[in-house]
């Protein structure tokens, strides 16, 4: 399995990006798909999580109401649609694919992982 993941990009504080992570390899729609994020100086954290049909989702606390996961699985692709965007945001920006959906955001190791891209907001 391979992710890739791109769209991230240098933004204003309270602008808006759209990130994107194509899977390939496998059949999307049995994996449930994540997107975590990781500043400079912290640990890696969870941010959105999308069941296998998109009909479920999850968030962390910090971008509810401001992100939204989606996904195309005639595209295999998941999209992080990001509003509203704070300097705090500034991450570099991870998909990840599990066949475990309501785990995902809380196990500590996941089936597949694509190369991250960065996210910068600037004040």
């Known amino acids: 399995v391979q992710l890739q993941a791109s769209g991230g990009g240098l933004v204003q504080a309270g602008g808006s990006l759209r990130l994107s992570c194509a899977l390939s390899?496998?059949?999307?729609?049995?994996?449930?798909m994540g997107w975590f994020r990781q500043s400079p100086g912290k640990e890696r954290e969870f941010v959105a999580a999308?069941?296998?049909?998109?009909?479920?989702?999850y968030y962390t606390d910090s971008v509810k109401g401001r992100f939204t996961i989606s996904r195309d699985n005639a595209k295999n692709t998941v999209y992080l649609q990001m509003n509203s965007l704070k300097p705090e945001d500034t991450a570099v920006y991870y998909c990840?694919?599990?066949?475990?959906?309501?785990?995902?955001?809380?196990?500590?190791?996941?089936?597949?992982w694509g190369q991250g891209t960065l996210v910068t907001v600037s004040s």
């Open positions: 990840a694919a599990d066949p475990d959906f309501y785990g995902l955001g809380y196990r500590p190791t996941l089936a597949h």
């Open positions: 390899g496998r059949t999307f729609s049995s994996y449930a």
């Open positions: 999308i069941s296998w049909g998109g009909g479920s989702t």
